[in-house]
């Protein structure tokens, strides 16, 4: 199914807003929009509402055998899915632009950043690693993907526990959470990405870009960074002139807000309530307590005649 | 792969008890319509896109064609999530009135939030109410259903993955609203003639709990009317 397009109206009336600092919902130039993390029943599910936009994260673990330029080091491996319930441009198994653009853009802000302590994955150096696997799902696209998913997975990342394992000599035995408390990445620090949109080559700049406001815009900037004002990635697309000037001034503006989201995460990562949340004022919600279906009473065992044959049918063949 | 689960095994449930339900509708701004459909920890969401255009190859000239896409919260989809797809789709393709909508496509997207046990009927639950949500017409609603058998030949409705785990057989029915038949079945293990009649009979009777719940939640949803 293609995505519906946006037509030359729509694009000069949103263009002409952001030149008189007027965005479609009401937000500033440099204002967020709301966040919002829940975390699921499992270890390391998280998921992550940026207004409208959605994202889910899963993180599950596996022993491998690690590679064997890096013995002692676990594996960080990423898997972005552009889920077709997002939007319905995106089709299923087929890897599009923005899925490998996606994807890169993860792996550099969370394992080129070295926030994990992948020395701390190995069991038996050379032999037994674990792997850690990031699924990350997108539920609805309402743009700016990137910043939701490095949100969704640091904050799964952080939430989940792994299985503790033992060694004895060469075995190498692995608890069940009953009999062993599962145990937590060691997380350095949390790398989160900010994104920024250019418009009218690079005269007028808005954060955390909406959908329709990613279909007009020349050029993106997506900055990494965390608490400590560190700078771990930058990746400029849509193949515009930044003057230095320009960047580095956002930058440092872009910092307080960065972490402001850094310490919404950590708040939330906090509590680590896990039940389901559910919103349930709106009246699109409903639920009702455990219902139990009457198995005392006669059950009445709907029996046609053509039943009957069948079972006088079955019995001979039994025999 | 491995996730490690925070929910431990919970407090033994009833044989005869459905656990808690809840749904959200409409909670996702893309798709036509979208649910989630929780039945005590068992999650899913589901989105349905269309009546849309369709490709070509899989355009059929006097109905609607429907595709079903479940999505594993790990990893790739495998044959488990092919065959419930199949469970799924056949069970929409009953319901809906698809000679309604011909030339066009209709996509069902079901995403697992979180398996505890009973999932293909959480699964049909979901669907049933997003194409809900979506206004698509159907003959009838349907719910899911999920019994288990265990060895002693004990039936538990809804099971939990423990209880599912453990059981002899675990079975699966769609069932319609209109007549309390049938719709669909996937069965899993062995048991005799006389207990999928149970089953069956059993299952009719908890579906009329679940047609209940959805015609709160649907009296509930237009209870503002403008």
Same mark, same amino acid.
């Given at each position: 199914m293609k995505d519906t397009p946006l037509s030359n109206c729509e694009r000069d009336f949103l263009l002409k807003a952001i030149e008189e600092k007027k965005r479609l919902d009401g937000r500033q130039t440099y204002d967020y929009r709301n966040i919002k993390l829940r975390f699921g029943a499992d270890y390391g599910c998280c998921i992550v509402d940026l207004g409208k936009t959605r994202v889910m994260a899963q993180v599950s673990c596996e022993l491998v055998t690690p590679k064997e330029s890096r013995p002692n080091e676990g594996i960080l491996f990423f898997n972005l899915e552009l889920s077709p319930m997002a939007s319905p441009a995106f089709e299923l198994g087929r890897s599009s632009e923005l899925l490998v653009k996606l994807n890169r853009q993860l792996e550099r802000c969370l394992r080129n950043s070295h926030c994990i302590d992948t020395e701390s994955l190995c069991v038996v150096s050379g032999e037994k690693v674990w792997q850690i696997r990031v699924d990350v799902h997108m539920l609805n696209h309402d743009g700016n993907l990137m910043d939701a998913t490095s949100i969704a997975a640091i904050a799964a990342l952080s939430h989940f526990k792994r299985p503790d394992v033992g060694v004895q000599g060469d075995q190498v035995t692995v608890y069940s959470p009953e009999e062993r408390n599962p145990i937590a990445l060691s997380i350095y620090h949390m790398p989160i990405c900010v994104s920024l949109s250019f418009f009218q080559q690079g005269t007028y700049l808005l954060v955390d870009p909406c959908e329709r406001e990613e279909r007009v815009m020349d050029g993106l900037l997506m900055i990494t960074m965390n608490k400590h004002r560190e700078i771990c990635s930058i990746q400029s697309s849509g193949g515009i002139m930044l003057l230095k000037e320009q960047a580095m001034t956002e930058i440092t503006d872009l910092i307080m807000r960065a972490l402001e989201n850094d310490k919404k995460t950590r708040k939330e990562g906090g509590k680590c309530g896990f039940a389901e949340y559910m919103p349930l004022a709106r009246i699109t919600v409903n639920t009702t307590d455990d219902t139990s279906v009457d198995m005392t009473g006669p059950v009445v065992v709907i029996s046609d005649s053509e039943d009957e044959e069948d079972v006088v049918i079955l019995h001979p063949e039994t025999l | 792969m491995e996730v490690c689960s925070a929910v431990d095994v919970k407090c033994i449930k009833s044989n005869s008890t459905l656990r808690e339900f809840g749904c959200e509708q %409409? @909670? @996702? %701004?893309?798709?036509?319509g979208s649910a989630s459909f929780i039945q005590g920890d068992t999650s899913v969401m589901a989105a349905v896109y269309g009546p849309a255009e369709v490709k070509v190859s899989k355009e059929i000239y006097d109905r609607a064609t429907l595709e079903v896409v479940i999505q594993a919260k790990v990893g790739l989809p495998s044959v488990k999530e092919r065959s419930q797809e199949q469970c799924v789709r056949e069970t929409c393709e009953a319901s809906l009135l698809m000679l309604l909508h011909p030339r066009s496509s209709l996509t069902l997207i079901l995403q697992v939030l979180h398996d505890h046990g009973s999932l293909l009927a959480c699964f049909l639950n979901a669907a049933c109410m997003a194409l809900m949500d979506a206004g698509l017409p159907m003959s009838c609603l349907f719910c899911g259903v999920t019994c288990a058998i265990a060895s002693d030949g004990q039936i538990t409705m809804d099971p939990t993955a423990v209880q599912e785990k453990e059981s002899r057989a675990v079975l699966t029915f769609a069932i319609d609203s209109t007549e309390q038949k049938v719709m669909m079945s996937s069965t899993k293990g062995s048991f005799s003639v006389q207990e999928l009649h149970e089953c069956i009979a059993l299952s009719q009777k908890a579906s009329e709990n679940i047609f209940k719940f959805y015609r709160v939640s649907v009296q509930r949803r237009y209870s503002k009317t403008l």
């Open positions: - | %409409s @909670l @996702l %701004s893309r798709p036509d």
